[in-house]
């Protein structure tokens, strides 16, 4: 998706969007029947591509990528 049309969803979303978004969101993780160490794996590779990754993880669970490291380990 371009980030222009990101922009205009932004622009012109109101609450109810949003929360059905984030809902959607949920409910394709917890049915994704894909085995947790390959999202983690797949996660955790995207994370090396971008310097932001950080903004990701506490926009989705409110805690920074090295955060959920060390409560992990």
Request: glycine share 2%; with cysteine.
């Given at each position: 998706?371009e980030?222009?049309?990101?922009?205009?969803?932004?622009?012109n979303?109101n609450?109810?969007f949003l929360?059905?978004f984030y809902?959607?969101?949920?409910n394709?993780?917890?049915?994704?029947?894909?085995?947790?160490?390959?999202?983690?794996?797949?996660?955790?590779?995207?994370?090396?591509?971008?310097?932001?990754?950080?903004?990701?993880?506490i926009a989705i669970c409110?805690?920074?990528?090295e955060?959920?490291?060390e409560?992990?380990?």
């Amino acid at each position: 998706m371009e980030k222009e049309q990101i922009q205009a969803i932004l622009d012109n979303a109101n609450e109810e969007f949003l929360e059905r978004f984030y809902e959607t969101m949920l409910n394709e993780i917890d049915s994704d029947d894909e085995p947790y160490y390959k999202k983690a794996r797949q996660l955790l590779l995207a994370s090396l591509n971008n310097e932001h990754a950080d903004d990701f993880f506490i926009a989705i669970c409110g805690w920074s990528l090295e955060s959920l490291i060390e409560k992990s380990y």
